[in-house]
């Protein structure tokens, strides 16, 4: 039986055909090697996400080289890690009417993830430029494009009552036209009884939508949050984890802070559970660790793993992304993972 501290254990939703619909940015990912001082001459924060236009996205375009491309945003590469373990994805989003959003649909339908993806006509596909320095960290330049027209008309199709979870990145609150889509989609989401899942995306957004964020945790809104440990520090104005903790332990929901190279931990409003990090030999690139986490911590919560089996099916499954270049899956998690899919 699942463990009654998690939150999928208050509800049968056994009936519903999708684990998890994700709704984030689509993005198209280019990645380059870069140290940090290029990181710095080209006027951006190391180890942080920028939105810069397209304009200035050009010009990071043009002072690296050897881009490579790959299909990303952090919503979607959830849903990618969802699927590649044997769940049943799906994914709301807006690219632009040109050649990369038509091949970013196409990839993720090869992933295995049901798109519910509205073509913005007078916009481009959005894209993160991702440069990799030493240890993996990541410095991240996202020029939107179409992902911020994300509609409510594409968050009223893609059918919540249909899933046991809606999994929203915190990036969404950056355009006002995604932000409102999020505003629906929790919506439609407690009208349906599913559960709502929230991850910060990144300090600064923290920064930014604090308030708004801390209004959805402390509200009820969210079942399941999710954020690093500095995201969690922020969010709670906490000098420590334990403060932190201990705060998020008051919010009443369901919480997973990932440590980094120490672990990660789940906050109940009754229970602490700390686990190791699953080990890795080579850290390539750190892109898409946390969605990940997230992906594994998903399909555990949606097939009846209790909270430390998911935690460490989360860190399995983050553990094999830094270990390569690109923030999806490079071998089937469902293969790989053996008796973690089964634990309780």
Not at 243 to 254: I, K, N, T, Y
Request: aromatic share 4%; proline share 3%.
């Amino acid at each position: 039986m699942l463990d009654p501290r998690w939150p999928f254990a208050a509800g049968d939703f056994s009936d519903r055909p999708i684990d998890v619909v994700c709704v984030g940015h689509a993005l198209v990912d280019r990645l380059a090697y870069a140290g940090l001082d290029e990181v710095g001459a080209a006027g951006l924060e190391a180890g942080a996400m920028t939105l810069v236009d397209a304009v200035r996205a050009g010009e990071i375009e043009r002072a690296f080289s050897h881009w490579r491309e790959v299909a990303g945003g952090s919503a979607a590469n959830t849903a990618a890690g969802v699927a590649s373990l044997g769940g049943s994805p799906a994914f709301a989003g807006a690219v632009g009417d040109d050649a990369a959003g038509a091949w970013y649909l196409s990839d993720l339908a090869r992933a295995g993830v049901e798109c519910a993806v509205d073509t913005v006509g007078n916009g481009s596909t959005g894209v993160c430029h991702v440069l990799i320095s030493g240890g993996g960290e990541r410095t991240m330049a996202t020029s939107l494009g179409a992902a911020g027209e994300l509609a409510l008309s594409t968050i009223e199709g893609v059918g919540l009552q249909r899933a046991k979870v809606v999994y929203v990145e915190g990036y969404l609150l950056d355009a006002a036209p995604a932000s409102a889509a999020v505003t629906r989609a929790l919506e439609l989401a407690k009208e349906a009884g599913t559960l709502v899942s929230l991850t910060l995306s990144d300090p600064f957004v923290v920064d930014r939508h604090g308030e708004r964020l801390r209004e959805l945790v402390f509200g009820g809104t969210v079942d399941l949050l999710f954020g690093n440990e500095e995201e969690a520090m922020a969010l709670m104005g906490a000098a420590s984890r334990s403060e932190a903790a201990a705060r998020l332990r008051r919010s009443g929901a369901a919480t997973v802070v990932t440590l980094g190279a120490a672990g990660a931990m789940a906050i109940t409003p009754d229970a602490e559970i700390v686990i190791e990090a699953d080990g890795v030999e080579l850290v390539e690139d750190t892109t898409g660790a946390g969605d990940l986490f997230a992906a594994g911590c998903l399909y555990g919560l949606t097939h009846e793993l209790g909270p430390e089996a998911a935690l460490r099916l989360g860190s399995f499954a983050a553990a094999e992304v830094i270990s390569h270049v690109g923030a999806r899956p490079a071998v089937s998690l469902r293969d790989a993972a053996g008796d973690r899919l089964s634990a309780r």
